[in-house]
Structure formats: C-alpha cells, structure tokens
C-alpha cells in the first residue's frame, strides 16, 4: 500500500483507496482530522521540549506517541500495550513500529523527493487496531517532514 497526495501538494493523504485518509490545516499545525472508513479522528500534537502526539475518537485519546530527546525513536501506547515507533536506516527515510518482543508489526518508505509519500509494509495485520497505529505514524512522519523543513521555509 502507498501514501499517497491525490491533490499535488495539498496536505492531504490517502491510503490505499479511501478507506484511510488524513486532511491538515495551516503551516505548522499542531492538529489534524484523519478518517478511518467512517470513524473520525482528531490528531493533536503538543509540547515543544517534550513533543506528544495524540489520537482521538470522540474527543477522547485512544494512543499516544512521545517522541525520545532525539527524536529517532519513540515510545507509542494504546491502552496497556506499548510499541516503539523508530528509524529503522540511516538516511531517515524508513521506520518501523515495533511490539515489545522487537517485532517489525509495520513499516513506512519514504517515496520521492517533492512529495511526501510513501510505502507502508505490513507485517503483522492481526495486531489490534494497526490502522488506528499506521495513522498516528503517519501524522507523526508529516509532522517530523514539517519540522525539518520549516528552517529552510523562513
């Protein structure tokens, strides 16, 4: 499956279709909506020392990311399980989520140099909610995609 922007450079994404869609908003943006087949999201990102990352359903969280100090890896909840969100080559253009025991559940290439686009692998589909868990991961690649190029911006 590919991320892909239907629009040129609109900060819009769609996965696979439109089952599995994000929409942002503004420059820097601190949020954003995403959509899972009909279910809703709000995607929040608060903190500037200590960044942390939230996906909501109904105004309430149902994952977190908090990313670590150098922002290569990071630590995702979603109720009582924990996963880790990290770079996974050099050039910092794949990551993988990870479960506790080190197993790849999935992982995103990044496509392209004008548009941020990308490849997402699935290895283990049968782990709950993933699609929640690929869409946290995403907002948290575009915000990362942000975040590095708003230097260059000003």
């Known amino acids: 499956m590919e991320w892909k922007q239907p629009e040129g450079l609109k900060r819009r994404w769609v996965l696979g279709g439109e089952e599995m869609e994000m929409a942002f908003g503004g420059w820097r943006f601190a949020g954003a909506r995403g959509r899972i087949g009909q279910t809703k999201y709000e995607l929040q990102a608060s903190g500037y020392v200590k960044k942390r990352l939230q996906l909501m359903e109904d105004g309430k969280t149902v994952a977190t990311m908090e990313p670590n100090f150098s922002g290569t890896s990071a630590t995702v909840k979603m109720g009582e399980r924990k ?53 946290l991961c995403w907002f948290a690649q575009v915000l990362l995609e942000q975040e590095s190029a708003a230097p260059i911006a000003v």
């Open 83 to 135: 996963y880790t969100w990290k770079v996974t080559n050099i050039m910092a253009t794949r990551w993988s989520l990870l479960d506790c025991n080190k197993s790849v559940i999935f992982t995103v290439r990044r496509k392209g140099a004008m548009r941020l686009q990308a490849a997402l692998d699935i290895k283990d589909a049968f782990v709950p909610d993933v699609e929640r868990l690929v869409l």
